[in-house]
């Protein structure tokens, strides 16, 4: 579990996918509670994905007379594809409903970062925040308590982007994505390390948006670790296969470190790449099914392929059952699911538009 306090706001940085993380959401937020000074009950969920336990943590605050906001980019833009997309707009109305006028969920086209749906210092009084754990969700809640710079929101969408984008935001921006890069994979034998680096990353990085120079100087040496990987990213992408016409598979089942951003820019350029695949022995759908499948559409073509109509229509997006897909152009599968569905799928899809 990620948590500290920015700006004096505790802070939780969770995915909320089984019932010990709605537990683990009611106590931070009562331990929080127990220790606030203001009069405040304000609680803030932003960019946390819009899960059945999302809901049902928000619905259970509500109950125990918080007043829950509730912020986020992941509504489903159009019409709903598979069982996961009609699960997201069952939460979402029940969310609204439940919220009114506090509740804004809207869709990245629109909103490319969650730290667009907040103004500065907001919620500085907030009794706790919940966010996801990642580079968009941290921006997001820094802004949300006051803690803000001029690219802030720039900085925001292109780190919550596409993989090789995410490190061409302004300089400080730059210190987390390369350190985000070079994080290490889930690794089910070693469960907490992966947390516990991102929690010291996004606490060196909050410190440094403020001026804190040791915070700045530990980022630093993340730079020269995501240097490391860009050159592992660069030998990778000499072993790259083209398993159909615009598909265009890595084996990296022996490289836990390397830029996935540069590895896919190069893919796209130098193979006219249209769908890269990433074979990983790492990952949490790979701590369940010993490998994983990660798939991204190059963004030319994302208004033509949605990697989502490749699965069946009541297929859960859980890394137990072998699934994760929360956009239309990205998408992680087992070994099983790749063989047996999206493969053919791709097949097929590529001779219709032959």
């Excluded at 730079?223 to 030998?235: E, G, T």
């Excluded at 992680?332 to 799928?345: D, I």
């Amino acid at each position: 579990m990620i948590s500290f306090s920015i700006n004096s706001v505790p802070t939780l940085f969770i995915k909320a996918f089984t019932s010990g993380d709605v537990e683990s959401i009611l106590e931070f937020v009562r331990e929080a509670n127990a220790m606030r000074s203001s009069a405040s009950d304000t609680v803030l969920f932003i960019d946390t994905p819009i899960t059945l336990r999302t809901v049902e943590a928000v619905v259970k605050l509500k109950e125990e007379g918080y007043r829950v906001f509730f912020r986020d980019h992941h509504g489903i833009d159009g019409e709903a594809v598979n069982q996961r997309d009609v699960l997201v707009q069952q939460g979402t109305a029940k969310l609204e409903k439940l919220l009114g006028d506090d509740c804004v969920i809207t869709v990245r086209r629109l909103h490319p970062a969650c730290s667009t749906l907040v103004e500065a210092g907001e919620f500085k009084n907030a009794v706790a925040i919940i966010a996801d754990p990642d580079p968009d969700g941290l921006t997001a809640a820094m802004k949300a308590v006051g803690i803000c710079y001029p690219e802030l929101d720039g900085d925001a969408a292109l780190l919550d982007g596409e993989p090789f984008l995410q490190v061409t935001g302004s300089p400080i921006s730059q210190l987390l994505a390369k350190g985000a890069a070079t994080l290490p994979s889930y690794d089910a034998k070693n469960h907490d390390h992966r947390e516990r680096s991102t929690q010291k990353l996004f606490s060196d990085w909050v410190a440094a948006v403020q001026g804190d120079k040791a915070a700045e100087e530990r980022l630093m040496k993340g730079v020269a670790a995501y240097d490391d990987a860009v050159v592992v990213a660069q030998d990778l992408s000499k072993t790259a296969k083209e398993v159909l016409p615009g598909v265009v598979l890595v084996d990296c089942t022996d490289q836990p470190v390397y830029d996935p951003g540069t590895l896919i820019s190069i893919l796209e350029r130098a193979h006219d790449c249209r769908i890269s695949v990433l074979r990983k022995s790492l990952g949490p759908i790979a701590a369940h099914h010993g490998v994983q499948y990660s798939l991204a559409v190059a963004k030319p073509y994302q208004d033509k392929v949605n990697l989502q109509k490749l699965m069946p229509l009541d297929t859960r997006s859980d890394p137990q059952y072998g699934v994760i897909t929360n956009v239309s152009f990205l998408l992680h599968v087992s070994e099983y699911f790749w063989h047996e569905q999206v493969l053919p799928g791709l097949r097929a899809l590529i001779e219709q538009s032959a």
